[in-house]
T-cell receptor, first 117, second 108 residues
Framework: GAVVSQHPSWVICKSGTSVKIECRSLDFQATTMFWYRQFPKQSLMLMATSNEGSKATYEQGVEKDKFLINHASLTLSTLTVTSAHPEDSSFYIC?????????????FGPGTRLLVL | KNEVEQSPQNLTAQEGEFITINCSYSVGISALHWLQQHPGGGIVSLFMLSSGKKKHGRLIATINIQEKHSSLHITASHPRDSAVYICAEETSGSRLTFGEGTQLTVNP
């Protein structure tokens, strides 16, 4: 099946620094990529929807200047957490829509654990 | 209030038992997704369905559009099925809203 990778898988950083997370579709072209955040014991929450070559659409309450999304190609989207703070510590997951069949289901990446000290 | 509600929140079963997890949603959807999340956090898409029933191995997913209800069934459960199972409704623009998940533990 289709594969989506994320890098890094985990990151620890100091408060105030910026962290970039990459999401790649490895064997298909993703028409749309999604970024989610999951806090412990909670469900996933959609942060933003990203289409290649256009600006991301952010969900209500998500600061676009803090969570910068760049969808440079049909196989790569990046999420940059700028000036990270401890409350940004979370599990960030991307998904990509598109695929080797015609159903265009969403394929999820393995996630990135961010810990801000 | 979450628009997607799952039950039960926690489920413990013995190996071999038949398992059912239920999901109710509140709005018109384009599709309903069932996902599996393992302890490490990785998510696997199990089913995407908009009507009827789908089967993959020991997993069966059904949906009743009129009642806005879906079920995930696992036949002959096995300890390796232990995971969090999440249903998610897909609305316009491929936007997913997730349930809070059902923690399944299958004991040998």
């Amino acid at each position: 099946g289709a594969v989506v990778s994320q890098h890094p898988s985990w990151v620890i950083c100091k408060s105030g620094t910026s962290v970039k997370i990459e999401c790649r579709s490895l064997d298909f072209q993703a028409t749309t990529m999604f970024w989610y955040r999951q806090f412990p014991k909670q469900s996933l929450m959609l942060m933003a929807t990203s289409n290649e070559g256009s600006k991301a659409t952010y969900e209500q309450g998500v600061e676009k200047d803090k969570f910068l999304i760049n969808h440079a190609s049909l196989t790569l989207s990046t999420l940059t957490v700028t000036s990270a703070h401890p409350e940004d510590s979370s599990f960030y997951i991307c998904s990509a829509r598109g695929g080797v069949d015609s159903l265009e289901t969403q394929y999820f990446g393995p996630g990135t654990r961010l810990l801000v000290l | 209030k979450n628009e997607v509600e799952q039950s039960p929140q926690n489920l413990t079963a013995q190996e071999g038992e038949f398992i059912t997890i239920n999901c109710s949603y509140s709005v018109g959807i384009s599709a309903l997704h069932w996902l599996q999340q393992h302890p490490g956090g990785g998510i696997v898409s199990l089913f995407m369905l908009s009507s009827g029933k789908k089967k993959h191995g020991r997993l069966i997913a059904t949906i009743n559009i009129q009642e806005k209800h879906s079920s995930l069934h696992i036949t002959a459960s096995h300890p390796r099925d232990s995971a969090v199972y999440i249903c998610a409704e897909e609305t316009s623009g491929s936007r997913l809203t997730f349930g809070e998940g059902t923690q399944l533990t299958v004991n040998p």
